[in-house]
Protein backbone atom coordinates (compact mmCIF):
# COMPACT_ATOMS: atom_id res chain seq x y z
CA UNK A 1 0.00 0.00 0.00
CA UNK A 2 1.42 3.62 -1.07
CA UNK A 3 0.50 6.57 1.07
CA UNK A 4 -0.60 9.70 -0.53
CA UNK A 5 1.81 12.93 0.31
CA UNK A 6 -0.39 13.66 3.09
CA UNK A 7 0.01 10.91 4.74
CA UNK A 8 3.85 10.34 4.25
CA UNK A 9 4.19 13.67 5.72
CA UNK A 10 2.12 13.10 8.86
CA UNK A 11 3.83 9.52 9.20
CA UNK A 12 7.61 11.34 9.19
CA UNK A 13 6.59 14.31 11.45
CA UNK A 14 5.47 11.40 14.16
CA UNK A 15 8.65 9.62 13.37
CA UNK A 16 10.72 12.65 13.85
CA UNK A 17 8.36 13.60 17.42
CA UNK A 18 8.99 10.08 18.82
CA UNK A 19 12.81 10.09 17.93
CA UNK A 20 13.03 13.91 19.69
CA UNK A 21 11.05 12.19 22.81
CA UNK A 22 13.33 9.71 22.79
CA UNK A 23 16.51 11.53 22.36
CA UNK A 24 15.48 14.05 25.50
CA UNK A 25 14.88 10.53 27.82
CA UNK A 26 18.24 8.88 26.60
CA UNK A 27 20.52 11.91 27.22
CA UNK A 28 18.95 13.03 30.57
CA UNK A 29 20.99 10.44 33.11
CA UNK A 30 24.68 12.16 31.02
CA UNK A 31 23.17 15.30 31.14
CA UNK A 32 22.35 15.03 35.57
CA UNK A 33 25.66 13.42 35.44
CA UNK A 34 27.81 16.27 34.13
CA UNK A 35 25.84 18.68 36.53
CA UNK A 36 26.32 17.21 39.22
CA UNK A 37 29.96 16.59 38.62
CA UNK A 38 30.37 20.76 37.58
CA UNK A 39 27.90 21.10 41.32
CA UNK A 40 30.67 19.11 43.42
CA UNK A 41 34.00 20.38 44.88
CA UNK A 42 36.16 18.51 42.76
CA UNK A 43 35.57 16.91 39.11
CA UNK A 44 36.81 13.80 37.93
CA UNK A 45 39.92 15.45 36.53
CA UNK A 46 40.75 17.16 39.56
CA UNK A 47 40.05 20.10 38.85
CA UNK A 48 37.93 22.61 41.15
CA UNK A 49 34.42 22.47 40.87
CA UNK A 50 31.38 25.18 42.12
CA UNK A 51 31.44 23.25 45.87
CA UNK A 52 27.25 23.99 46.00
CA UNK A 53 26.98 22.25 48.95
CA UNK A 54 29.06 24.74 50.87
CA UNK A 55 27.25 27.45 52.25
CA UNK A 56 29.94 30.16 52.74
CA UNK A 57 30.58 30.32 48.65
CA UNK A 58 30.26 33.49 47.10
CA UNK A 59 26.73 34.67 45.41
CA UNK A 60 28.69 34.55 41.91
CA UNK A 61 29.07 30.79 43.01
CA UNK A 62 25.53 30.43 44.30
CA UNK A 63 23.94 31.91 41.26
CA UNK A 64 26.17 29.57 38.89
CA UNK A 65 24.55 26.13 41.12
CA UNK A 66 21.38 27.81 40.41
CA UNK A 67 21.64 28.25 36.16
CA UNK A 68 23.66 24.58 36.45
CA UNK A 69 20.44 23.40 38.63
CA UNK A 70 18.11 25.02 35.90
CA UNK A 71 19.67 23.88 32.82
CA UNK A 72 19.34 20.46 33.41
CA UNK A 73 15.08 21.22 33.43
CA UNK A 74 15.91 23.67 30.38
CA UNK A 75 17.75 20.69 28.25
CA UNK A 76 15.54 18.35 28.93
CA UNK A 77 12.48 19.76 28.79
CA UNK A 78 13.66 21.55 25.62
CA UNK A 79 13.99 18.58 23.73
CA UNK A 80 11.08 16.87 25.27
CA UNK A 81 9.16 20.06 24.17
CA UNK A 82 10.46 20.20 21.25
CA UNK A 83 9.17 16.47 20.32
CA UNK A 84 5.66 16.58 21.47
CA UNK A 85 5.41 20.19 19.73
CA UNK A 86 6.09 18.02 16.03
CA UNK A 87 3.34 15.69 16.97
CA UNK A 88 1.09 17.78 17.94
CA UNK A 89 1.41 19.92 15.01
CA UNK A 90 1.24 16.94 12.55
CA UNK A 91 -2.07 15.98 14.11
CA UNK A 92 -3.41 19.48 14.61
CA UNK A 93 -2.46 20.36 10.73
Not at 37 to 59: E, V, W
Request: hydrophobic content about 50%; some cysteine; glycine content about 10%.
Amino acid sequence: MVLNKTGSVWFYGLMLGITAIILGLALSPAVREIVDNARNTTTFYGQPGLDCSNTTISNFNKAACTASDISIFWFIGGILFIGIAIITAKIIF
